[in-house]
């Protein structure tokens, strides 16, 4: 159940009670795409750096170990030993992304792995069975995410064509989370809203699928190559048609400007590999701008990668060592980075609550901005 707790604008601060416990929003989804985070993070260390949501994926997961092997080990919280919310999105995506091994159909997509090349099919159905095996806390619908730039008769093709299949989802889910085996009886759905850059195809579609009174309802099909103004037009446009009070999820972004944008506009929950794909790279953030570790100009600053930090990486250790365990290739380096970033995400999603319950969200977005985008003395900024 999502409880809207308070509104700042059109800012929300939210609650989601799960049967794996409570989820406050804005949210931001540390992404572990095989049960894991990439950088040697592990779930014990997600709690340490206040994790809430972890985001799984399931055509990875299906593809390897199985999902059906995952099921008889107890299903995903217990296969990861995480014990807090878990969302798997539905393979929409990674269908989109293999556009050279797959065809789409109505029944649903016939594709290749990308691990061994064998034949695979993923209908809504399929996608539902997938998620009830792994047992996740939310389970997102099976959709089409449309290439950008596309034409408006394949955009709405394929938009009619995923509120189809929604409609297969939510039938198949509830029979699935009817089966007395089930992994996880009360297995929440998530609805996506495509559309790609037409507002007006966004906005039917909202209406759409806002009359199936799902659990909550996600943005997809954006961050694929549209401007950030694109972007935030379509959020700005749509979010108004969907329920207020059920969460909003925009689907695998962002950066921190990214974030504090769409807070503004009334999303609740966020996910993006950037934290830990660039902190294995070297790449860290402050409140102050990205830092490549790897810049000679570290090599005997003894300081925090940012001073005042509480993740794991500035309270023990400085920029030069971790900048010598990056350059000797040691794995070390590069799991006190990913930390680094998780907690600093976490930790930005915390002080965006703070500030939508203190009633001064503008504020603080608009010094949170200032900081973050400032090219500082040293020459490097803080855009990604």
Avoid at 207 to 226: C, F, H, M, P, T
Wanted: aromatic content about 8%.
């Amino acid at each position: 159940m999502y409880q809207l707790l308070k509104k700042d604008g059109r800012a929300k601060r939210g609650r989601l009670t799960t049967v794996h416990g409570v989820i406050e929003t804005p949210v931001f989804m540390n992404v572990g795409t095989v049960a894991a985070i990439k950088g040697a993070v592990s779930s014990i260390d997600l709690k340490g750096i206040g994790t809430q949501v972890e985001l799984c994926n399931t055509y990875h997961l299906h593809v390897r170990p199985g999902d059906e092997i995952v099921k008889k080990l107890g299903g995903l919280h217990r296969f990861m030993n995480w014990d807090r919310p878990i969302l798997t999105d539905s393979g929409g995506f990674q269908v989109f992304s293999l556009a050279d091994l797959r065809k789409i159909r109505e029944e649903g997509v016939y594709f290749h792995s990308h691990i061994d090349g064998r034949k695979i099919f993923m209908g809504p159905e399929e996608s539902m069975e997938i998620q009830s095996n792994l047992g996740s806390t939310i389970a997102m619908a099976f959709d089409e995410c449309p290439p950008h730039p596309a034409t408006r008769e394949y955009m709405q093709n394929s938009v009619d064509r995923t509120t189809r299949w929604l409609g297969r989802c939510k039938a198949k889910l509830q029979e699935l989370n009817s089966l007395p085996d089930t992994v996880n009886p009360s297995q929440m759905l998530f609805g996506i809203n495509q559309g790609g850059t037409f507002a007006d195809i966004r906005i039917a579609h909202a209406k759409a699928i806002r009359e199936l009174d799902l659990d909550g309802y996600a943005l997809g099909g954006l961050a694929v190559g549209e401007s950030h103004e694109e972007m935030y037009h379509i959020i700005e446009e749509t979010v108004p048609y969907l329920p207020e009070d059920k969460p909003v999820y925009l689907m695998g972004v962002g950066t921190p400007p990214n974030i504090l944008e769409a807070v503004e506009r009334g999303v609740d929950f966020f996910d993006c590999v950037y934290p830990s794909r660039n902190g294995r790279h070297g790449h860290v953030y402050t409140n102050h701008g990205k830092l490549n570790l790897f810049n000679a100009k570290y090599e005997l600053d003894d300081r925090p990668i940012e001073e005042g930090c509480g993740c794991p990486a500035c309270r023990h250790h400085t920029r030069a060592y971790i900048r010598h365990l990056l350059k000797a290739k040691e794995m070390l380096g590069m799991r006190l980075c990913v930390l680094h970033n998780l907690y600093f995400y976490n930790h930005m999603m915390e002080e965006i609550r703070q500030a939508i319950d203190e009633g001064r969200y503008q504020e603080y977005k608009k010094k949170k901005l200032e900081g973050y985008m400032a090219v500082r003395v040293d020459g490097e900024q803080g855009i990604v």
